[in-house]
């Protein structure tokens, strides 16, 4: 639609517009002149968070997990829920009476119950408590048809909810944090004394100095124990070669010099030669059983017993009469003694060893079980300490329930409202100008499009597909 059809279609529903427009503005002006005014009283509370809020944080959980901190949002939207309680309302109205400040209500009403039950609901809607952003401040207003009352609402239940605020978080609970109090000090106590008692009884009582103190004498030891080790085998080593020698000159006949020969013993190697040869000779004629074989054979048993213990004879001058050999045979002496004392000693060490090696694992165990024990003391003491500052929080909060001391200020109590805040008489008439001219120019438009008629030619030519080639005015007899 163009500007020149919008300014014909007004023109020519003028009055209806008129019309339109000065009944709309008339009936949102009679309704504000006509419209009961509202009040609303403010208020305006502090929440401090220094005394039962506070306290809770620090309270420690029977299952020794971390504790649960209570952040400030979740304080402030319980001190709302206690402000817009059903029982602070009802407070209220029985206080300044549901038939006064609902009379509209009161006269609807059947019976009292349902009197109160409409005039709580009617106060809540009318009771709006928020929290400022940021900050611990809550924010009161309720609005009311007469100012005093809308005051004296605000004031009351401001003074309703510090006593509910006292009752609710009034935790009469010093003596039972007390007998926690001694249980853990008891539970602490006995820890420590479990430490002591293990200390006592291990002997541990510095663990890494005794433990560098072990590993330094085990060093020392386990290199003593390898030379042992080495002096025991290089002594078996030369044990080992002086038997060997001392055999091979025990064995070696011809160390005996000629000079020291017997003629005994070559006169008997001489007989036995011819003894020998005598049998060779008897055999030869005589059977084996034969009196003269027999005999030479009994001669050439005496004179071998002879001859041998006459040889063993000249092994013992050997072995006694070499300086060699008894040089040899006293190094032989003493490389068994000095092997002797080195397995001893190495034997000894080995046991030491054992014996270092059990305490430091002994001590390893008992680092284990001090630790154990060490845990425990913390947290017990953990634990005694959270209910210490509890049993203080609980003391102070006792004392300040006993005095009706709260955590609850007022920053600004509520005064009687000057201004109504509805209705906006302004405001009002600036929406019925507003809605009366669309309601009058939407009619208008409407009116024009549900019309079977044509503003101008072109629109008929636009529709028809053909040219207008004459008009005609249209005149009113």
Not at 56 to 85: C, F, K, W
Not at 132 to 157: E, G, T, Y
Not at 255 to 265: A, H, L, S, V
Request: proline fraction near 3%; avoid cysteine.
């Amino acid at each position: 639609m163009s500007l020149l059809d919008a300014l014909t279609t007004i023109f020519k529903h003028k009055i209806a517009i008129v019309v339109i427009f000065v009944t709309v503005v008339a009936a949102v002006t009679t309704f504000t002149l006509f419209q009961d005014p509202t009040f609303e009283a403010k208020a305006s509370l502090l929440v401090k968070m220094f005394k039962e809020d506070s306290s809770r944080p620090g309270m420690a959980p029977e299952d020794n997990s971390m504790p649960r901190i209570v952040s400030q949002d979740e304080v402030m939207n319980a001190e709302i829920q206690i402000l817009t309680g059903r029982e602070l309302a009802g407070k209220v109205l029985q206080t300044l009476k549901p038939e006064v400040m609902y009379p509209g209500i009161a006269s609807g009403a059947e019976t009292q119950a349902e009197l109160m039950e409409q005039a709580v609901q009617a106060f809540g809607d009318s009771l709006q408590v928020q929290g400022v952003r940021k900050s611990n401040v809550v924010a009161i207003s309720f609005q009311h048809s007469d100012p005093q009352v809308a005051a004296k609402a605000v004031n009351l239940l401001i003074e309703y909810f510090k006593e509910k605020h006292l009752a609710v978080h009034s935790d009469p609970q010093s003596s039972f944090i007390g007998s926690q109090l001694a249980a853990f000090e008891s539970k602490l106590r006995e820890s420590e004394k479990a430490l002591q008692e293990y200390h006592q009884k291990s002997k541990v009582f510095s663990i890494e100095e005794q433990r560098t103190l072990l590993l330094r004498q085990r060093t020392e030891l386990d290199s003593m124990y390898k030379l042992a080790i080495t002096n025991v085998q290089e002594n078996q080593k030369k044990i080992n070669s002086l038997k060997s020698q001392m055999k091979y000159i025990a064995d070696n006949k011809d160390r005996y010099t000629q000079t020291e020969r017997d003629r005994i013993i070559i006169e008997a190697k001489s007989k036995l030669l011819d003894l020998q040869l005598k049998e060779q000779e008897l055999k030869t004629k005589y059977t084996d059983n034969n009196r003269l074989v027999a005999d030479t054979r009994r001669e050439l048993e005496i004179v071998s017993k002879f001859l041998k213990d006459q040889e063993e004879i000249i092994v013992g001058k050997v072995k006694t009469g070499n300086p060699v050999y008894q040089s040899m045979e006293t190094d032989l002496f003493r490389a068994e003694a000095d092997l002797r004392s080195q397995a001893a000693k190495a034997a000894a060490l080995r046991a030491q060893l054992s014996q270092l090696d059990e305490q430091i694992a002994a001590l390893n165990r008992s680092e284990s079980k001090i630790q154990d024990l060490k845990r425990a003391i913390t947290i017990n003491e953990k634990n005694y300490l959270a209910y210490v500052e509890r049993h203080e929080y609980a003391q102070i909060s006792d004392v300040m329930n006993r005095l009706k001391l709260s955590n609850i200020s007022v920053i600004e109590d509520a005064v009687v409202p000057v201004k109504p805040v509805k209705p906006n008489k302004l405001l009002n008439l600036l929406i019925g100008l507003v809605v009366g001219t669309v309601s009058g120019l939407g009619y208008a438009y409407v009116n024009e499009k549900l019309a079977e008629t044509f503003l101008n030619p072109e629109s008929l030519e636009k529709y028809l597909g053909v040219p207008v080639l004459v008009t005609i005015p249209f005149k009113k007899e």
